[in-house]
């Protein structure tokens, strides 16, 4: 089912321009992550329903949720993101509406697979690194991925943070995670709390700061190119301390002092080509941000 619909992604301009109009236009990512587009195909490539095989076949992608029990395809209209187990087995689907304009008010645009969230995308990258850049959804790692940083995972939306992530940061003995959460209400209240428990963990953790109201994928695509300004907006990351979650949401530290803010809403123009992002050498909530794969292999997947 995965592989129908990856090849059916390949040839459907309409996915494959929306990807594009998101900033996730690499042919090796479509491949890698095997990216594929549900467009209610699905179940004229099956055995017909009157029959045993497709009978039974169709109850299997019923149970699977797949198909929905009047036999739609669940994830209809969506850019699907498989994500695979250690095994290489498909264990969580996520969905993502492209026509947001052409659907009914409600429709949710964000779809999974029925059930509790498995499986931890892209934990190759947590094999190969210490330093995790964690990002609140797919395509927000994904804009990442594209722009060097191989060294990236997802979380299943603001409260989506499983055991599974949890499970795998500990057997992999991640160092470091960058959280690079959404910067709205939402999202810094999540991060402060998650960043609260991680460094329970003994992970060291650093708040990626975007604009305010803005994600990973909208800044990558506002402030081009994407490698340069995620990575100096990486290099300027804020440090977790501990008690963060107890403020999030009013701006204030224990002491009663306002947080500490960008001093622009953009960063400064990134480096010349060819000149490496370093880290802020006086600032001491930064860490040396992961650099892009083009830059070193240490990344690399």
């Excluded at 994500?83 to 993502?96: L, N, T």
């Excluded at 964690?134 to 989506?160: H, K, M, P, Q």
């Excluded at 501990?242 to 960063?267: C, F, L, M, T």
Aim: charged content about 25%; hydrophobic content about 35%.
């Amino acid at each position: 089912m995965v592989n129908y619909y990856h090849e059916t992604l390949k040839r459907s301009p309409e996915a494959l321009t929306y990807l594009q109009k998101r900033g996730l236009h690499s042919p090796e990512m479509i491949g890698q992550f095997q990216l594929g587009y549900a467009n209610r195909t699905l179940g004229l490539r099956l055995p017909p329903n009157n029959r045993k095989a497709g009978a039974e076949l169709r109850g299997r992608l019923q149970k699977l949720g797949i198909l929905r029990e009047s036999g739609h395809e669940h994830f209809n209209g969506c850019v699907v993101f498989p994500v695979f187990d250690g095994a290489g087995q498909v264990v969580e689907i996520y969905g993502r509406k492209i026509a947001d304009h052409h659907l009914t008010a409600g429709t949710p645009l964000h779809l999974y697979l029925p059930g509790p969230h498995r499986g931890v995308w892209n934990e190759p990258a947590l094999e190969a690194s210490k330093e995790i850049i964690l990002c609140e959804s797919i395509v927000d790692a994904l804009t990442f991925w594209c722009a060097g940083y191989r060294n990236v995972t997802a979380s299943y939306g603001v409260n989506g943070f499983t055991d599974d992530h949890r499970a795998a940061l500990k057997k992999h003995e991640i160092k470091r995670v960058w959280i690079a959460y959404d910067r709205d209400e939402a999202g810094e209240k999540a991060a402060a709390a998650l960043a609260d428990e991680l460094m329970g963990m003994g992970i060291e953790c650093f708040r990626v700061l975007f604009p305010h109201g803005m994600d990973a994928n909208e800044y990558g695509l506002k402030v081009q190119p994407a490698a340069k300004s995620l990575g100096l907006l990486l290099n300027k990351s804020q440090m977790a301390r501990e008690g963060q979650a107890s403020r999030a949401g009013n701006g204030r530290d224990r002491s009663g002092a306002a947080a500490s803010e960008p001093a622009a809403q953009y960063p400064e123009a990134p480096p010349e080509d060819g000149e490496p992002i370093e880290p802020a050498a006086k600032e001491k909530t930064a860490a040396p941000a992961p650099e892009p794969c083009n830059r070193t292999s240490r990344f690399f997947l």
